[in-house]
């Protein structure tokens, strides 16, 4: 855009100085030298064509179906990219697909524009050529205002490229600075990040303490249960013993008739201390089935706790990666900003000096 604002420059420039000097010459070679310089000059126009681009309508493209998301997709479905690192790509990539749709739609209305202006200058080049042909009867005076008419046109022509280009330029900075904007936005505050990490590592002491805790009450369930189990051992041995004690005395009752009343009672003795050594058989079974499922409840959830450590863990190492590449990209960031602020300055230097340099061929 620069070098087409100098090249106007140039060329009206040129055309001042030629038309000093065909000033100095004869009458009657003015008519030609102003003749020759009009065809230059149609000569010197660009012939200005409308570009055609082929432009896809991203508008209606399904960002579901795009190769970047199921690439993406392939990978967290692969276990190589997280669920966070994979919606933030999302977002980075929607970002971008809407900034080249607003820049289609822009690239479009310049076209239009491209084509409108094409037709105006033709539309004035057709004029031009009608008045070169028609007779060359004009006086001297004649020719120089005709001489100097066309020397404006030209300057207000490149005043126009130049602040049109000016013009596109700073709606493309303005952009980028919108865009740059947003981006500076999402980045999370330091002071932020520090508190979601502190919290996060109170959080992961707390259940390590409490893993700790719950370590030591299943050492203490454990060494109960085989206390309970020795003890449930030994009472068997005792009922077997006393099983077999009944098998004897059993045996002296059939021996021993002359002694049925003491044997009689020494049943009845024996039978409830039978009755009373399988209910507490019974009553130990019971508290070892429970201290069994307690034992396996508390070792679930010690593992589910155990889980949930690793993947605070885990994402606690995400968000620090996310932190040291979220300052990277904001080092970036500042420095593309006052690199946009220094180029808009130089814009709007430039603008103020063509609209000083208009309004000097103005008064």
């Known amino acids: 855009m ?5 090249d106007a420059e140039e060329e009206t420039e040129d055309e001042e100085e030629g038309l000093k000097e065909a000033e100095g010459e004869e009458q009657e070679k003015e008519e030609v030298t102003a003749t020759s310089e009009t065809d230059d000059d149609q000569e010197d126009l660009p012939s200005v064509l409308v570009p055609t681009v082929n432009i896809r309508e991203e508008r209606l493209i399904n960002l579901a179906e795009t190769p970047a998301f199921l690439c993406l997709h392939e990978l967290h479905s692969k276990g190589k990219l997280p669920g966070t690192r994979m919606a933030e790509l999302k977002a980075k990539y929607t970002l971008l697909h809407d900034t080249v749709v607003s820049t289609q739609e822009s690239e479009v209305q310049l076209l239009e524009n491209a084509k409108r202006f094409t037709e105006q200058i033709q539309q004035q080049q057709v004029c031009l050529q009608q008045a070169e042909d028609f007779p060359n009867v004009f006086t001297t005076e004649v020719c120089k205002l005709r001489e100097q008419l066309l020397k404006y046109q030209n300057e207000y022509t490149a005043a126009q490229e130049r602040e049109y280009n000016i013009q596109y330029r700073l709606t493309s900075l303005t952009e980028e600075k919108s865009i740059i904007l947003k981006e500076f936005e999402k980045i999370p505050k330091p002071g932020e990040i520090e508190k979601k990490t502190r919290l996060l590592k109170e959080s992961t002491e707390e259940l390590r303490k409490e893993v700790i805790q719950r370590r030591l009450e299943i050492k203490n369930l454990r060494e109960d249960v085989v206390l309970k189990q020795k003890q449930l051992v030994r009472e068997q041995k005792e009922l077997e013993e006393l099983m077999e004690y009944q098998v004897g005395l059993k045996d002296d009752v059939v021996h021993h008739q002359s002694v049925p009343v003491q044997i009689t009672k020494e049943i ?10 399988e209910k507490k058989n019974i009553v130990l079974e019971s508290e070892l089935k429970e201290l069994s499922d307690s034992l396996k409840k508390l070792e679930n959830k010690v593992n589910t706790l155990a889980e949930e450590r690793d993947d605070i863990m885990k994402e606690v190492e995400g968000k620090r990666t996310l932190l040291e590449v979220k300052e990277r990209e904001y080092g970036q960031l500042l420095k593309l900003l006052e690199l946009t602020k220094e180029n808009e300055a130089s814009s709007l230097a ?13 008064f």
């Open 2 to 6: 620069e070098y087409n604002s100098k």
């Open 350 to 362: 430039e603008r103020l000096l063509i609209f000083l340099h208009i309004l000097s061929f103005k």
């Open 268 to 277: 009845e003795k024996m039978t409830r201390k039978k009755v009373e050594t």
